[in-house]
């Protein structure tokens, strides 16, 4: 996995952990994954581009906004000008 970050030759950085809170919008595109043949689980040395597509506005003060998410996963460095199947 890499963090976003590049190197000084403009390679991606790697990380091998990362979070993302208990956050609706995150579990729905993990849940569409699934029904896209994920196993469920990523593998080390794959490719995941985590793309925010939206925030919707809490409905009720005493909630949070939920963002929506475009999840990408894929065994090879993802191309600049491609889009990657999206979930």
Do not use: H
Request: proline letters at 7%.
């Amino acid at each position: 996995m890499t963090d976003g970050r590049f190197d000084p030759r403009g390679e991606p950085t790697k990380c091998d952990r990362f979070s993302v809170g208990a956050l609706k919008g995150w579990e729905m595109a993990l849940e569409n994954l699934q029904t896209m043949g994920w196993p469920g689980q990523f593998r080390q040395g794959q490719y995941v581009r985590i793309t925010c597509t939206r925030v919707e506005p809490a409905r009720e003060a005493n909630q949070s906004d939920m963002p929506y998410f475009n999840v990408d996963v894929q065994d090879e460095p993802f191309a600049e000008e491609e889009t990657g199947a999206s979930y």
